[in-house]
């Protein structure tokens, strides 16, 4: 379907250099493998599977040479609230049908319009993601014991509050050694792999000093099978397809949106570029294998895709050893995973959460105090206290609306008057006073399309009531028309029209020109009435016209715009040689 040449030409000190990185992923992987899934609401291990099958999916058919896909933290407020109200075998479903929209998406070509998504968006549901995330973990943190995960973030609030009498300082002590781990050790030694000793430590200080005195995975999942489970298909309805279809939407828009993000980080630390629609394909169909291996849905993630690079990765290769090296950690070391402190995973993604939040980019936005602001503001919400399904379609659509009312304002339309007024003729009388009563030249700018179409009319109306005999538009800068642009348009010209008056067009583009000829606006107007030249046109009207009808030709003195016909030096503005 897509040509790949990204395996092409590889050395054996490029494979060399690919187990390198594939490996030092695989340590940063396993441990958010797991926190991501728990944050998710389903077992550790299906992260450990997700983390395997869509990393080594992603990398033979993805588009970017150096992604590493799998479980990420946007993810974790849809699937856990698929999980609360449909349950882990639905969202098994609802992963599948993600994976099927994003090859659609790939297919129709789809992969450069999810940019498109303005930022203001993308920053209100991150940030809302990132606040989800980090106080979910405030549970585990504490270690607060019959807490019930619900729905909604008030309702978890008041869980926490409600039980924080509970409180376990063994877990925050373990939670305080994971933190500082995660903040100094990178400052101390870069190439640590940080994550893993966050990890590591706190388990062999709650297996040697604190035994029994908080909840571990295994405690609270049980243990971890050493092997991948056997492949299995989810029961598919009609039924769970209708409900599941929203979630799955928002599943695949995000999906799409965060791997193509991370390709194009990858494409920036490289220089290499990456495949947009080939990347979608290989994350939609890692989305519906995934699943059929018990694993939640992936994508790209940004993080882990930074450090391949960083660990000097030279093709999809290490991706593919990433996932190999997490499988045999799978293989060897899975039942030592239920002595973790689930109060030493709490800090791992605390820290993913601020990373994530964007707090800079949000405050930024926050400033600027115009629609950018209340589209952050209302995703942002939306995100928190209802959920990204209805947070990304709201947002887009505020987007859109603003988009809309700020372009409608890009329209002008602006009369040319002659030139031959003096500033104290001007200051004394309207200007309009001194306008040709039979002929009308106007100066259009900006796209004619649905949301500046009735402003249009309306001006154009406004300013040709005087009801001219000659109606010259000029539309050099007119950058598109829309079926409701030439309606408005239409509406204006035949009204025009059947009061006897002629309209001529000057200077507009190909592509507005074929949408006028497509409706009946063209034969209307008529094609003779169609010029190269605002100059020719205004000529051409001369010609049709009597002087003696102009205040300004027919007073004492004054000298007719005929005389300009012959020397082609028009008497009106048409701003030519300004535009």
């Keep these: 379907m897509f040509r790949d040449d990204r395996f092409k030409g590889l050395t054996m000190t490029d494979i060399r250099k690919d187990l390198i990185a594939g490996i030092t992923v695989g340590v940063v992987a396993i441990p958010l493998g797991m926190a991501f899934a728990i944050a998710s609401g389903v077992s550790p291990e299906y992260g450990i599977y997700t983390t395997i099958i869509a990393g080594l999916i992603v990398a033979i058919f993805g588009g970017s040479s150096f992604q590493i896909a799998g479980p990420t933290g946007a993810f974790i407020p849809i699937l856990l609230g698929i999980v609360l109200q449909y349950g882990y075998e639905d969202l098994l479903i609802a992963g599948m049908l993600a994976g099927i929209m994003l090859i659609l998406m790939s297919i129709f070509k789809f992969g450069s319009l999810i940019t498109y998504i303005p930022r203001s968006v993308t920053i209100g549901f991150t940030s809302g993601i990132a606040v989800i995330i980090f106080t979910g973990q405030l549970e585990n943190f504490f270690g607060l014991e019959n807490i019930e995960k619900k729905e909604y973030f008030h309702q978890n609030m008041i869980e926490i509050f409600s039980n924080f009498h509970s409180v376990n ?58 092997s991948l489970p056997t492949i299995k298909f989810p029961e598919i309805t009609w039924e769970k397809l209708m409900y599941l279809w929203q979630p799955a939407f928002a599943i695949a828009m995000l999906g799409g949106i965060e791997s193509l993000l991370s390709a194009v980080v990858a494409d920036g630390m490289t220089g290499k570029k990456h495949n947009s629609d080939r990347e979608l394909f290989g994350q939609g169909l890692a989305n519906i294998l995934t699943p059929l291996f018990g694993g939640i849905p992936a994508t790209g993630a940004i993080a882990r895709t ?10 999809p290769m290490s991706g593919v050893f990433q996932s190999l090296f997490v499988l045999l950690t799978l293989l060897l070391f899975a039942p030592f995973a239920s002595y973790i402190p689930l109060a ?46 209805v947070a990304v379609p709201v947002g887009l659509l505020l987007a859109m609306v603003s988009f809309v009312r700020r372009i409608s304002h890009v329209l002008e339309v602006d009369d040319i008057k002659p030139d031959k007024f003096t500033e104290k003729e001007i200051q004394n009388k309207r200007r309009q006073d001194y306008a040709c009563p039979q002929i009308a030249s106007f100066t259009i700018r900006g796209p004619l399309f649905f949301g500046a179409a009735d402003r249009f009319e309306s001006t154009l109306s406004q300013a040709i009531n005087r009801r001219p005999e000659v109606l010259i538009l000029k539309m050099r800068h007119v950058s598109m028309i829309d079926a409701t642009g030439a309606a408005n348009l239409a509406a204006a010209i035949e009204d025009f029209i059947k009061n006897k008056g002629i309209v001529l067009i000057t200077e507009i583009a190909e592509e507005p020109l074929e949408m006028l000829k497509k409706t009946e606006l063209y034969e209307m107007v008529g094609p003779d009435n169609f010029y190269e030249d605002t100059t020719d046109a205004i000529n051409d009207a001369l010609e049709r016209i009597n002087p003696q009808k102009c205040p300004y030709c027919s007073r004492k003195g004054g000298g007719s715009c005929r005389v300009y016909v012959n020397t082609n030096q028009s008497p009106y503005k048409t701003r030519d040689k300004m535009d």
């Design 306 to 315: 930074a450090t391949n690079i960083k660990s000097g990765a030279v093709s």
């Design 344 to 389: 030493s995973m709490a800090p791992i993604l605390m820290v993913v959460a601020f990373n994530m939040s964007e707090y800079k980019s949000f405050s930024m936005i926050l400033k600027l105090r115009n629609s950018d602001s209340l589209v952050l503001v209302t995703t942002f919400l939306l995100t928190v206290f209802v959920n990204l399904t």
């Design 169 to 226: 300082f063994y877990s925050i002590l373990l939670g305080i050694i994971g933190l500082l781990i995660i903040i100094f050790v990178p400052k101390i030694s870069p190439r640590t792999p940080v994550l893993l000793v966050a990890l590591i430590i706190p388990t062999l200080v709650a297996v040697i000093f604190m035994p029994g005195k908080v909840a571990t995975i295994g405690s609270a999942f049980g243990g971890i099978s050493q």
